[in-house]
């Protein structure tokens, strides 16, 4: 039980928790912005849980611009996949996502928001084009609006740097 209620994460002061908090009211906001200006639908709710990714543990690899584009975009692509060669049933619901979890494994571009990106794609019944907007466009303006957040004191390194491998 000890185990259980251990709290792994590191502790974070008041300070960067409120900065946590505030890149994703600004990011979340932003990308609603652009998608009202554009007419075009830019986020989803994966979005949400991204962002929380990307402002809370940002040095996590799970929150790094190839993992949040490349996991996002893969798995909607699987969404896509599922809806138009399946019915939407429980068992097509769970193969979605499962496909998605391995692939993203597999390819080494795992981030756990991208693992609802099916559910959403086959609950609306969603086609190819919504690998553009909201998924591609979306996801990449998040990681954009994280790289420029970060550089605001006190600062942290988002990207993290790339290394071997």
């Not at 190839?66 to 798995?75: A, I």
Request: aromatic fraction near 8%.
């Amino acid at each position: 039980m000890k185990a259980f209620i251990h709290r792994h994460q590191p502790a974070i002061s008041l300070q960067g928790a409120v900065k946590a908090g505030l890149g994703g009211v600004l990011a979340i906001a932003f990308v609603a912005l652009l998608g009202e200006a554009s007419g075009s639908v830019w986020l989803m709710a994966p979005f949400g849980a991204t962002c929380v990714l990307l402002f809370s543990v940002p040095a996590s690899p799970l929150s790094q611009p190839m993992n949040v584009v490349g996991g996002h975009v893969f798995s909607t692509l699987v969404g896509v996949a599922a809806v138009t060669l399946l019915p939407v049933e429980w068992w097509s619901l769970g193969l979605a996502v499962g496909i998605a979890i391995a692939g993203m494994a597999a390819l080494r571009i795992t981030h756990p928001p991208a693992g609802a990106d099916p559910l959403v794609v086959m609950a609306m019944g969603a086609g190819l084009d919504f690998v553009i907007f909201p998924t591609l466009l979306g996801s990449l303006a998040l990681v954009l609006i994280a790289s420029v957040f970060h550089r605001i004191p006190p600062r942290t390194t988002y990207p993290l740097e790339l290394k071997g491998g």
